[in-house]
């Protein structure tokens, strides 16, 4: 009985509207700082690329020093190697870059030798049972064509003298663009070759060199 009186109580119980219901309610707000790089759709146009700007820079840093840095592989992009490909594409063009018939072609030649190459490349290494993604391989192979990109203009400097000495230029050119390949061969296997198997690391160097090499043989071939 005294449990039935005290249910009829509580249930007659009412709140008045203009009466403020007291008590504390607290909402877990993240610290200033806490995920800050979560989301940048409210961060600036210009502080985003400016941040990728510097990642791409350092990791041209990292094809001119190389060394077993993880770096390269985990924030991995493909913003360098595109700007390398296209420089290497417009470099080449040479004098066929006024011929519609000839400089439309000759570019797409070198943009299309060059992804294949690394695409190729990048398959063979997983078939190999290498443990990096692809998109990964692809950034570290595209990246390190930084080298003979460098060679690829040192040689259009050095056209500048061909009337006067052209076998002491040529000779530069060569020696330049020999330089640069095993740079670039030198620095894609340091970055790769932890991810291959140890008896296999040979027969994944060995494209990674043939498609270095095709790049060294079509600066070679097409800078005269």
Not at 8 to 28: C, Y
Not at 55 to 77: I, M, Q, S, T
Not at 83 to 88: A, W
Not at 191 to 210: D, T
Request: glycine share 6%; charged share 15%.
């Amino acid at each position: 009985m005294a449990a039935n009186e005290f249910s009829a109580e509580f249930t007659d119980v009412s709140v008045h509207e203009n009466v403020p219901v007291e008590g504390n309610i607290r909402i877990s707000v993240p610290l200033a700082g806490e995920d800050e790089d979560m989301s940048t759709l409210d961060e600036p146009v210009k502080e985003t690329f400016m941040r990728d700007l510097k990642a791409v820079g350092k990791k041209f840093v990292h094809v001119l020093y190389p060394k077993n840095n993880d770096e390269l592989l985990r924030d991995w992009d493909l913003w360098g190697p595109l700007i390398l490909c296209v420089f290497l594409a417009m470099m080449l063009q040479g004098k066929n870059a006024d011929s519609a018939s000839h400089g439309i072609p000759q570019f797409a030649e070198v943009f299309v030798t060059v992804w294949f190459g690394a695409i190729v490349v990048t398959f063979n290494s997983h078939l190999l049972g290498g443990t990096i993604s692809f998109f990964q391989s692809l950034c570290v192979l595209g990246y390190c064509v930084m080298p003979l990109s460098v060679a690829l203009l040192l040689c259009h400097v050095t056209l500048l003298g061909k009337g006067s000495l052209p076998l002491a230029m040529f000779i530069v050119r060569f020696i330049c663009v020999a330089l640069a390949f095993a740079w670039a061969t030198f620095a894609s296997t340091t970055f790769l070759g932890s991810s291959q198997p140890p008896n296999r690391k040979a027969l994944a160097v060995y494209p990674i060199f043939l498609f270095y090499f095709v790049i060294s043989w079509m600066i070679i071939t097409n800078v005269t």
